[in-house]
C-alpha cells in the first residue's frame, strides 16, 4: 500500500535507551512512515555474522540478506563476459539472448559496486549487450539478492550487484590477456595496478571483436474486431553482428589517515557494428499478397562512461560512505533499409530510420553504519536522478533526388526524467540464536515525461516500504531464515513514448505516459545446513504484483498498434534448493533449481484473461583440479513458461572449460559455450486480434582459446 511519507525526528539518546530505539523502530516498520537515514546491508558486511556453506575455489558466503559468490578464480571468467560469470552463477539463470531471472524471478536489477549504472539500467536487449561486451576476467564477486532489504533500491525485483576486481597489494603488478575464437572474434587487454605508500592507482585497456549470430522467423495471424478483416505477415531473417568493442578504465585510492580513504574511478567503452539485415516479408490481407526482402546494413553504435567520488571513513565501530557518481550512455541504431519487392513486381522501395537514445544517471548517496549493545544501526541517503531522451525518425527517400519525406506518424523524440529520493533505516538485532535484520525505506519518486512537440506530463509518487530479514541459528552448521520486501517498479522509459514507433509496414509501436509504478510484495523462507562435506539450502518463495504493466492492442487503417497499460495482475509461488559436494580437494559437484507455479491476469480488449502454469530451472556445476590443470562443467536447463497472453519455450546450455598453469606467470585457457546448441527460444501470442508463433536463436555455441601473462 502506498502511504504518505511523514517526517518524524530521531529520539535522543538521553531520551530513550538502546532497547526502546529499537521497539519503536519495529512499530515504525510494522506500519508507520519514518524518515531516519538509513544504510546499505553491504556497508554492514563487516560487522554480519556470515555462514560458509561452501569450502571450494570459488567460495559461497551465506548473509542474512544476500550469497556471495567468489568467481575471481572462474575459468570461464578468463576468456568470457559478464554474462558468461552470470550465467555460471548459482541461483541465476541467462538465456543467449540476455534474458536473466533469480530463482524464477524476471525483474531482475544488476548493480555494479553497489551502485546503478546507465548502461545496465536499461531492459532487454540493450542490457544484454552491455553484459556481453563487459569482460569476465574484471570481475570479484557476484552478490545475489533474492529478497532485497530496505537499504537497496530494488526497483520491483531481485537483484545482481556486481563487484570489480581492486588490486591494492604494495608494489607494482600488471597482466596481459588475450582470446581468440572462430569468425574473427578475438579480444586483448593490459591491465596494471601500483601502490606504493598512501596511494594506489590501478588501470585497464581492453580491446574486443566478438559477435552473435540471430536467427529469427516469425508468423503473425491478425483480426480487425472493428472491419472484420483479417490478414497474416511472416518474416525470416539470419544475420551475424561484428561488434567492436573498445574499453578503458582508471581508479585512484589515497589513504587519507588509518581510517579515512578517498577513491576516484572512470570507465568509458564503445561498441560499433554493421549488421547486414536481410528479412523476408510475406504479407497477405484478403486477397491481396505481397512478398519482399528489407535489406538494413546499420550502423549500430553505443558508447558508455562512468566516474565517481567517494569517501570513507571506518574504525572499530563506526563506518561513514559518502559518493558521487555520474554514467550516462548514448546509442544510435539505424533502421535505413531498401524493400526490394517480388510480387507484385514493383520498383525496390527505400527508406532512412534511426532510433537515438541517451541516458544520464547522477546519483549521491550516503550511508553511515553504527556498533551498538544489540548490534548494528545503518541509515542513509539516496538521490538520483536520472534522463532518458529518445528520438525516432522514419522517413521515405527518392530513390532519383535522395531527397526525404519524414513521416510525421513516426517521427518523433521525448525526454523521460525520474527523480528519486529516499531514506532509509536498517537495525541488525542479535539476541542468543536470533538475527533479525529491519528495515524500512521512504521514497519519493517524481516523473516528468516531456515530448518534443506537445504537453509535458508529470507524476509524482510516495511510498513507505518495509523490509524484514529473520535468522534462527540451531548451531553453528544449520540454521532457517525468513524475509520480506516491498517496493515499486517503475515503468520502462520506452513504454512511456507519446508517439508512435515504426517496427515494421504491419506493426506499430505506441508509449503511454500516463503508466503508474507496479507495486510488488515478496516473501522467503528457508534452511541452510552443512554436514561434514556437504552444504545445502532449501527456501519456499511467494510474490505478488498489481498495475502490472502489459500489452494492449488496437488497429488503424488495418495496422496493428501495441501499446501498454497498467491493469494486469501476477502471483508467483515456488520451491528452491541447492547442494555442494566436496568430497576432497580436487572434486567440486554443485546442483540448484527449483519450480514455481505463475498465474497471471492480462487484459485482453474489455476482458482480464486468467493465466496458470508451472516452471522450473535447473543448475548443475563440477569443478576437478589435478597438479597445473584445472577442468569445470556448468550446465544449465530453463523450462518452457507462461508470459502475458503467451508462451516461451525452454532453452539449456553446456559450457567446458579448462584452465593450465603453463608456469607461474602464464596460463592457457579454453572455453567451450553451449556444446549442444541448446540456446533456441520459442514464443506464442494468443490475444483476441493477435496470434504470433516464431523463434528467436541467438547462437552461443563457439570456443574460445585465451591466455593471461602476470608481470610482477
Known sequence: MLMPVVSIPEPRDTFLSDLARRAAFSAIVCGLAALPMAARAQEQDAA?????????????????????????????????????????????????????????????????????????????????????????????????????????????????????????????????????????????????????????????????????????????????????????????????????????????????????????????????????????????????????????????????????????????????????????????????????????????????????????????????????????????????????????????????????????????????KTTLSAVYLTDKIRLGKWEALLGGRAERIALRVSPAQGRMQTAHWQAFNPSLHLQYAFSDSTDITFSYRRSLQMPDPRDLNPFTTYIDAQNLSRGNPGLKPQLLNSWEVGSNAEAGQLSGSLSAFYRASRDTVTDARSFADNVLVTSKQNGGQARSAGVSASLDWTPDARLRLGVDGGAYRVVLFSPDLSSLVRQSGVSSYLNFRAAYKVGSDDVSLDAHSQSAGITPLGRYGATSSVNLSWKRQLSKTLSLTVNANDIFDGSRRSYRTDASTFRQVGFDHFVARRIYVGFVKKIE
Open 48 to 416: 554480519s555474522q556470515t555462514v560458509v556453506v561452501s569450502a571450494t575455489k570459488e567460495p559461497v558466503v551465506k548473509k542474512l540478506d544476500k550469497t556471495v559468490y567468489d568467481v575471481s578464480n572462474m575459468a570461464r571468467a578468463v576468456n568470457g563476459t559478464g554474462q558468461d560469470v552470470l550465467q555460471s552463477t548459482p541461483e541465476v539463470s541467462v538465456t543467449a539472448d540476455g534474458q536473466i531471472s533469480v530463482k524464477g524471478n524476471a525483474q531482475v536489477t544488476v548493480l555494479v559496486n553497489g551502485k546503478p549504472t546507465a548502461m545496465l539500467s536499461g531492459a532487454g536487449e540493450e542490457r544484454a549487450v552491455a553484459l556481453q561486451t563487459m569482460s569476465g576476467a574484471d570481475i570479484a564477486s557476484v552478490e545475489v539478492i533474492t529478497n532485497p532489504s530496505a537499504a537497496y533500491n530494488a526497483n520491483g525485483g531481485a537483484i545482481l550487484n556486481i563487484v570489480l576486481k581492486r588490486n591494492r597489494k604494495p608494489g607494482a603488478h600488471a597482466q596481459l590477456q588475450g582470446s581468440a575464437a572462430d569468425q574473427g572474434l578475438w579480444n586483448v587487454a593490459a591491465s596494471g595496478d601500483m601502490t606504493r605508500d598512501n596511494l594506489s592507482v590501478q588501470g585497464k585497456l581492453a580491446y574486443r571483436r566478438d559477435g552473435t549470430r540471430k536467427i529469427r522467423e516469425s508468423a503473425v495471424d491478425w483480426n480487425n474486431p472493428l472491419t472484420g478483416q483479417t490478414g497474416e505477415t511472416r518474416q525470416a531473417s539470419e544475420v551475424f553482428i561484428h561488434r567492436i568493442v573498445r574499453s578503458a578504465a582508471l581508479g585512484i585510492d589515497y589513504a587519507l589517515s588509518d581510517t579515512d580513504s578517498l577513491g576516484l574511478s572512470a570507465r568509458y567503452n564503445d561498441r560499433r557494428s554493421r549488421p547486414l539485415f536481410d528479412v523476408l516479408n510475406e504479407n497477405r490481407a484478403g486477397a491481396e499478397e505481397t512478398l519482399y526482402h528489407r535489406i538494413s546494413y546499420g550502423p549500430n553504435e553505443q558508447s558508455d562512461d562512468s566516474a565517481s567520488l567517494s569517501y570513507s571513513h571506518q574504525d572499530k565501530t563506526t563506518a561513514l560512505k559518502a559518493m558521487l557518481q555520474h554514467s550516462g550512455t548514448r546509442g544510435l541504431i539505424d533502421k535505413s533499409y531498401r524493400d526490394v519487392f517480388i510480387a507484385p513486381a514493383r520498383a525496390t522501395g527505400y527508406s532512412r530510420g534511426a532510433t537515438r537514445t541517451v541516458r544520464r544517471l547522477n546519483q549521491a548517496t550516503v550511508d553511515w553504519s553504527q556498533s551498538s549493545a544489540l548490534g548494528q544501526w545503518g541509515m542513509g541517503l539516496d538521490i538520483q536522478d536520472k534522463l532518458d531522451d529518445l528520438s525516432n525518425y522514419q522517413a521515405a527517400v527518392d530513390p532519383l533526388t535522395g531527397a526525404e519525406t519524414p513521416d510525421p506518424e513516426t517521427s518523433n523524440g521525448y525526454a523521460v
